[in-house]
Every structure is written in structure tokens, then in C-alpha cells.
């Protein structure tokens, strides 16, 4: 273990005097991610904006260029084409139709015209692009269908951080639930925001993978508290400020492993996984940064806003012999 372990055994890292300069930085990052997602909004993925997308395979490495320009011509708005994994394999995908007219009279709505669009970039594609193409899949998500979508997935996110907050709350006590609870706010909002600068597709899988950020978040910072509680039963005259830089150095390195480790395999999926799963893996690589950041530099120096009660009763978290 001596020879893979990335920090020493025993560190002495005044990690509390930096709280003030954390704060900072958090806070001016927060309001700048609130501020890209108000002014810039978010790339929405076809689960969210509805649309159509379509997977195809060519004969040969695809010609993402001459297929671009096929499904342009076409004059169906928004269109991306982009590699789907394979040399041969191309996803391509249609932002959701409007209304229209019909020669009979009466209108077509935007989501019954889907369908037809399928089949209309399909016939263009094999009779302009050199070999044919070969259909692979298609999705179509409709408007009100992709609108439940988003509030499922606020719902989902607002409801995981509420239970983290009730379960802090209970297994540890009032204090320690605030310092938890905003930084699981942190890491989520700094994720939307990074997916808001970097306009990468946001769909449901990055809903999965945030969710999947809050329990690891939760989870580092759990690790963290779980030791500021048995140091405060076995230092209980010792001041605050230094009992959570002695915690935070005494878990650093199992902190550090984790990441590190997490890290090695998101990064292998990332690189190695193909386009259907790189958001997935992006929010994953991003939130493991952001947990880890936050754990030390957000919820355990909150404590020292908040105060921990030291006076435990059987109800609380300790027993009258600790207290």
C-alpha cells in the first residue's frame, strides 16, 4: 500500500486556515454557474428538448461532412451529426418539428410530423450518400413528454438532497446537516453550470450521473464527519478549528485513494467508452473533483459557522459516558 498511497499516512495540512479563501471561491462559483444557466441556459438533449435522432451505419469510414450537408439540405432546422463510437457508425439528430400546414387544410402538429422525419433523412441518405447507409435505431421524444421528463428529473435531484438531509440530521446532528447539505447544493449547481459553459448535450444520463455525485459527495463527507465525531468523544477540550484539520488530515489519504481510483476508470470510460456515454462520464469526472473539493473545503469548515454541540445526550449522537 506504501507504494500506491498518494499522500502520507500522517499529514498536519491547516486546512481551516483556507476556509475563508474556499468560501470565496465557492461562493463566486455558485453565482457564476446560476449566471450561466439564466443567460446561457443548457445544451438540452432530444429526452428534454424532444425531436428525433437517428443512428446509422455506413459502408466504410463515415463521411461526417457529406452527410452534414445531405441532412441540411433537407431543411429540418437544428441538425447534428457527430461519430457514434465506430468509423462507420453516425448519430444524427433533428430538434423538434413545428407545426404545419396541410394542402387539405387543418394543421399537422410538430410531433406527429416525427415519424415522417425518420424516414425522410433515411431516403436522403440512401440515395445521395456513396454506398447507402444502414439504419441502426431511432427515438423520437415528443414536447410533453420531454417537459415530464425535466421536472421528473428536478424532482428526482431535489428529493435525493432532502433524504441526505434527513439523514444526516439524524445520524449525526443539526450542524453537521447544514455544512452536508450545501455541499451537495454546491456540487450540484457547479455541475449544471460546467454543463452550461461547455454546452455538452444535457439528457437523462446526466441526471443519473448527479444523482450519482450527490452519494458520493454525501458519502466523502459522511467519512469526514463520521471522524470529527469520534475525535470530539476523545478530544473534548481541544478547540474546534484544530479537532476538524486533525480529521480532515486523519481521512485524506483513504479520501484521496478514492478519488483516485474513481477517477482512473471514469476516465477509461470516457476515453474509451464512445459518444453514448461521454456527458455520463464527463458529469461523473467533474462531480468527483467537485465532491472531493467540498467535502474538506466546504462542509467540514461550516462547522466552524455553525458550531457542533458537544453536550450529546443518549438521544443524540453519542451516549452520556462520551459526553
Not at 459557522?305 to 449522537?317: A, D, F, L, P, Y
Amino acid at each position: 500500500m506504501k507504494l500506491i498511497r498518494l499522500v502520507p499516512g500522517k499529514t498536519s495540512f491547516d486546512f481551516v486556515q483556507w476556509r475563508k479563501l474556499a468560501f470565496i471561491v465557492s461562493l463566486s462559483a455558485v453565482v457564476a454557474s446560476a449566471g450561466l444557466f439564466f443567460t446561457q441556459d443548457l445544451n438540452y438533449g432530444i429526452d428534454f428538448k424532444g425531436g428525433t435522432s437517428v443512428v446509422v451505419q455506413t459502408e466504410g469510414p463515415a463521411d461526417l461532412g457529406a452527410i452534414r450537408a445531405i441532412v441540411d439540405e433537407l431543411g429540418l432546422g437544428d441538425v447534428q451529426v457527430q461519430g457514434y463510437g465506430k468509423e462507420d457508425e453516425v448519430f444524427i439528430r433533428v430538434e423538434q418539428q413545428v407545426d404545419q400546414p396541410q394542402a387539405q387544410g387543418g394543421v399537422v402538429e410538430g410531433e406527429d410530423l416525427q415519424p415522417a422525419v425518420s424516414d425522410t433523412i433515411i431516403a436522403a441518405l440512401e440515395a445521395n450518400y456513396p454506398g447507402g447507409v444502414t439504419l441502426r435505431s431511432v427515438e423520437m421524444v415528443g414536447p410533453k413528454v420531454s417537459g415530464e421528463l425535466i421536472m421528473s428529473g428536478l424532482y428526482a435531484v431535489l428529493g435525493a438532497v432532502a433524504l441526505m438531509l434527513v439523514y444526516i440530521w439524524w445520524k449525526f446532528d443539526r450542524q453537521f446537516s447544514i455544512g452536508a447539505v450545501a455541499a451537495l447544493v454546491h456540487d450540484v449547481i457547479l455541475t449544471v453550470g460546467m454543463f452550461s459553459l461547455t454546452q455538452i448535450e444535457f439528457n437523462l444520463s446526466i441526471i443519473a450521473a448527479i444523482l450519482t455525485i450527490v452519494g458520493y459527495s454525501m458519502n466523502d463527507t459522511v467519512v469526514v464527519y463520521d471522524r470529527v465525531r469520534e475525535n470530539l468523544r476523545k478530544y473534548k477540550k481541544m478547540d474546534l478549528g484544530e479537532l476538524l484539520n486533525l480529521s480532515i488530515n486523519e481521512t485524506l489519504s483513504r479520501t484521496t485513494m478514492t478519488s483516485f481510483t474513481t477517477l482512473l476508470a471514469l476516465f477509461s470510460l470516457f476515453i474509451l467508452g464512445g459518444a453514448v456515454i461521454k456527458g455520463f462520464t464527463f458529469a461523473m469526472i467533474w462531480g468527483i473533483f467537485v465532491g472531493t473539493y467540498s467535502s474538506i473545503f466546504v462542509a467540514a469548515p461550516i462547522l466552524m459557522i455553525t458550531g457542533v454541540n458537544r453536550e450529546w445526550t443518549e438521544s443524540g449522537v453519542g451516549s452520556k459516558e462520551d459526553a
